[in-house]
């Protein structure tokens, strides 16, 4: 069975642009959830999407947005890239909204 | 603010000794907790889940919550130098809401 997929694997942009990661889950989940994680730290929450709507949002700023489309598939987009954005971004699957949560390998993005 | 905070590493223990990981959380909305494990420059692997009160063994790890001290652990007995990484425990109430991780090191 194929896990979860992330596509890029790494990603170099540079202060001001725009980057959108994308995210295939488990097939039959229908929760995908969005983290960040800088080295040393545990991952933090950004978004939860369930059946295609957003369900929970974390201290982001609004240059930070999500979607799930009809295949439960989910995009992130961070607009105007700030250095601080740098991190690894996983995306997590899970069957619904409180269920065990499964990770993919995560998009390593580095702003320049 | 959700919180979950775990023991402050790094934590080293001896090849075959128990390892003690403590995870402690505020918001007692939190129903479902779990450990992952994370090598370094790898994404989180979950490793075990715990919902009620009490004793979950599974293989050499064995996961304890106490939901009235708000209070969850994980013992890996026999521990194996394979076993080195960064523990994540995570409490899922209205979101998922991860600690800033143990760093353990087992030492042959």
């Known amino acids: 069975d194929a896990g979860v997929t992330q596509s890029p694997t790494h990603l170099i942009k540079t202060r001001g642009q725009h980057v959108t990661l994308r995210c295939s889950p488990i097939?039959?989940?229908?929760?995908v959830s969005w983290y960040q994680q800088v080295l040393g730290q545990g991952p933090q929450f950004i978004f939860q999407?369930?059946?295609?709507?957003?369900?929970g949002r974390g201290n982001f700023p609004d240059r930070f947005s999500a979607r799930q489309f009809p295949n439960y598939s989910s995009e992130l987009n961070v607009n105007a890239l700030l250095l601080g954005d740098s991190a690894l971004y996983l995306c997590?699957?899970?069957?619904?909204?409180?269920?065990?949560?499964?990770f993919g390998p995560g998009t390593r993005l580095t702003v320049l | 603010q959700k919180e979950v905070e775990q023991n402050s590493g790094p934590l080293s223990v001896p090849e075959g000794a128990i390892a003690s990981l403590n995870c402690t959380y505020s918001?007692?909305?939190?129903?479902?907790f779990f450990w992952y494990r994370q090598y370094s420059g790898k994404s989180p692997e979950l490793i075990m889940s715990?919902?009620?009160?009490g004793d979950k063994e599974d293989g050499r790890f064995t996961a304890q919550l106490n939901k009235a001290s708000q209070y969850v652990s994980l013992l890996i007995r026999d521990s194996q130098p394979s076993d080195s990484a960064t523990y994540l425990c995570?409490?899922?109430?209205?979101?998922?809401?991860f600690g800033p991780g143990t760093r353990l090191s087992v030492l042959p």
């Open positions: 997590a699957s899970s069957y619904d909204l409180y269920n065990e949560q499964f």
């Open positions: 097939s039959g989940h229908k929760s």
């Open positions: 918001d007692r909305v939190s129903q479902s």
């Open positions: 995570a409490a899922s109430g209205q979101n998922f809401v």
């Open positions: 999407y369930y059946e295609k709507e957003e369900r």
């Open positions: 715990i919902y009620s009160n």
